[in-house]
């Protein structure tokens, strides 16, 4: 079975611009997470979706945006860049939305680099 | 609200000698922990988690970790170290909102031959 995929792995934008990464889950996983990893830290949460619903949102600006599509896969647009958004982006995909401790599965990331 | 802290930013050992990353955590209800590790350029891969069912959980490639409740920890060891586990090492302790892990800030673990 594919894992999570995630494109592009890499990006370069200049600040200002606006950026759209993509995941595509699991199959048969509905949710997914985004997290931010800036360079020596560990991965803050962004947002979390649900049969295209947000279920969880952490603490960015309404610069970060994300959307769930019927087929799961999911994206995160960023508006405005500024260089402090440069970081590895990761996608995770949830088996399902409980309370239990599922699993998270990561995919390999975007690399986004504003100049 | 939940998080966690890990202490040592930076660990190095010896191939064969004992790896101990320590992690301590907060969380307001009772904590589902997780360890994940992140090899170069890559995203992050489940090492184990701990569900209650155990305290001494046993994960993937040798590792290990014991939850502590007293001591609020949730350390991970494995006793001999390889040169293939040289990556950095995260502890994550899961939020009340039911998709969102809380990070610690990693540690990087460092084997030398």
């Known amino acids: 079975d594919a894992g999570v995929t995630q494109s592009p792995t890499h990006l370069i934008k200049t600040r200002g611009q606006q950026v759209t990464l993509r995941c595509s889950p699991i199959s048969g996983h509905k949710s997914v997470s985004w997290y931010q990893q800036v360079l020596g830290q560990g991965p803050q949460f962004i947002f979390q979706y649900y049969e295209k619903e947000e279920r969880g949102r952490g603490n960015f600006p309404d610069r970060f945006s994300a959307r769930q599509f019927p087929n799961y896969s999911s994206e995160l647009n960023v508006n405005a860049l500024l260089l402090g958004d440069s970081a590895l982006y990761l996608c995770?995909?949830?088996?399902?939305?409980?309370?239990?401790?599922?699993?998270?599965?990561f995919g390999p990331g975007t690399r986004l680099t504003v100049l | 609200a939940q998080s966690v802290t890990q202490l040592g930013s930076h660990v190095s050992v010896s191939e064969g000698a004992l790896v101990l990353l320590r992690c301590n955590y907060s969380?307001?209800?009772?904590?589902?922990l997780f360890w994940y590790v992140q090899y170069p350029n890559q995203g992050l891969q489940l090492l184990l988690k701990y569900t209650s069912a155990a305290t001494l959980v046993k994960g993937i490639n040798g590792f290990e970790a014991e939850f502590k409740k007293s001591e609020t920890s949730f350390h991970l060891t494995k006793p001999s170290a390889h040169m293939s586990d040289a990556a950095e090492y995260f502890c994550?302790?899961?939020?009340?909102?039911?998709?969102?892990?809380?990070f610690g800030r990693g540690t990087q673990l460092t084997v030398w031959p």
């Open positions: 994550a302790v899961k939020g009340s909102t039911l998709g969102r892990l809380y």
């Open positions: 969380s307001s209800v009772p904590p589902y």
């Open positions: 995770a995909s949830i088996p399902r939305t409980s309370g239990g401790p599922d699993t998270q599965y």
